[in-house]
């Protein structure tokens, strides 16, 4: 089910991406990018991510747009609120 959000928003258009998101999806891009090369250099230690780094970004600026609870979107995802919080 997260992979259909994902890209269920990722082929909206322009204007429709903005207004579900907050950013435009060139801002999208930069940002994935900035947390991949992140993530890229962090250790690799302990249990995977339950979410993949594009996952997590939409998922913090559905946060941040609509304000939803951690409870909310961990059920949207279908993770558990604890893993919704940073």
Same mark, same amino acid.
């Given at each position: 089910?997260?992979?259909? /959000? ?6 909206? $258009? ?9 950013? !435009? ?7 994935? %990018?900035?947390? $991949?090369? /992140? ?9 995977? %991510? ?13 946060? &941040?747009?609509? !304000? /939803? ?7 949207? &995802? ?9």
């Amino acid at each position: 089910m997260e992979q259909d /959000r994902l890209t269920r928003t990722l082929k909206m $258009n322009r204007k429709q991406f903005r207004r579900r998101t907050g950013v !435009y999806p060139e801002t999208f891009a930069e940002m994935e %990018a900035v947390l $991949n090369e /992140r993530e890229g250099r962090k250790k690799k230690s302990g249990r995977p %991510a339950a979410l993949s780094v594009a996952e997590q970004l939409l998922m913090t600026l559905e946060f &941040w747009r609509e !304000y /939803r609870t951690f409870a909310h979107l961990g059920d949207d &995802w279908g993770v558990h609120e604890t893993t919704v919080h940073p």
